[in-house]
């Protein structure tokens, strides 16, 4: 049996693709047949202090295994104590979430000691080829089926809008509200399904942004949600959007489509990886402005052909999608050969 140690942050505690992640590969591997432990650790990630490289170095050291996985934002931080863990005969595999910056000495030299790379997306794995990092492979997200099939089309229900993050900068919520008050002449509703605890001074600022442009009952912040909760806003939707600035895959464009709804994605990010070549949606350039998303969403709403195109696209995708335990096959092939 296949013995994995996989050594991940504490320190990200709201709902993110990379926590998604993590959780979903630790299961799929453990469904392949592999004995799997997940050790969380606390710190400042990816800075840590002495104290908590400390504690990795523990967690390296003294299990009697051989194969060890360790989230980036731990790994970057600490070059001397993978050194350490690979020169006593462990295997330490980095995932990497987000490409590498290369600006970054520390960061540099802890991926180079690392036996390897296993990288989320193909922009990451790119970066670090790029930057001569060696034994780089491509394990991307799969999908959970959800439990449920998807509800029949609510016949007289306005188009429903969903954003799923966490309330940050980077998710840009507020361009989206900004851009929704531009066509409120138009019939529709929106949530945004996230974490307002991750930054709360952003998440206030959104809602603040709501209130100023008399959205409060048209766009509803939901808060972070999982389970049934979420199925629910899943079902709701017509079209969801990620908007991010920077994105190095985006696993919640594979959640909407699995739940058989398109989306529109910033071009220029990861997230066009994700959306792939199905015709369940479009990648926008919203570098011209706020106006490039009022364009988008109008067309949208007054085009039901495109609606419905998408809408078929994106069922048919839902079971073209990779799962989760393709993922792991790719993990378990990278670090059992090395």
Known sequence: MVKIRMILPANVRHRSGGNIYNSRLAAALRGLGAEVSVCKLDGDWPSGSAGAR??????????????????????????????????????????LHMPPSGEEPVETSALRAAT?????????????????????????????????????????AAPHFIMVGALLPNKDQIFFVDALARIKDLAWTAALVGSTKADSSYAAAV?????????????????????????????????????????AFGIVVQESLVHGIPVMVRKGTGAVEALGAHGAGEAIDLTTGIGSLEKFLRRW??????????????EAASSELPRWEDTAREVLRAVVAA
């Open 54 to 95: 400390n504690r990795f170095a523990a967690a390296l050291a003294g299990s009697g295994l051989a194969i060890y996985i360790v989230d980036g934002l731990i790994a970057s931080g600490a070059p001397a104590e993978i050194e350490t863990a690979t020169a006593a005969g462990c295997r330490v595999w980095v995932l």
């Open 116 to 156: 390897g790379l296993l990288c989320t997306g193909s922009r990451t794995a790119e970066t670090a080829r790029t930057l001569g990092l060696g034994n780089v492979h491509l394990a991307t997200p799969g999908v959970d089926l959800p439990s449920k099939a998807r509800p029949s089309p609510r016949a007289t």
């Open 301 to 314: 709403l007054s085009d039901p052909a495109l609606r419905e195109g998408w809408q078929s696209a994106a």
């Open 207 to 247: 809602q603040e942004r709501i209130l100023r442009n008399g959205l409060e009952k048209r766009v509803e912040t939901t808060g972070e949600l999982s389970g049934p909760a979420l199925e629910e806003q899943w079902n709701r939707a017509d079209l969801s959007l990620l908007i991010s600035h920077s994105e």
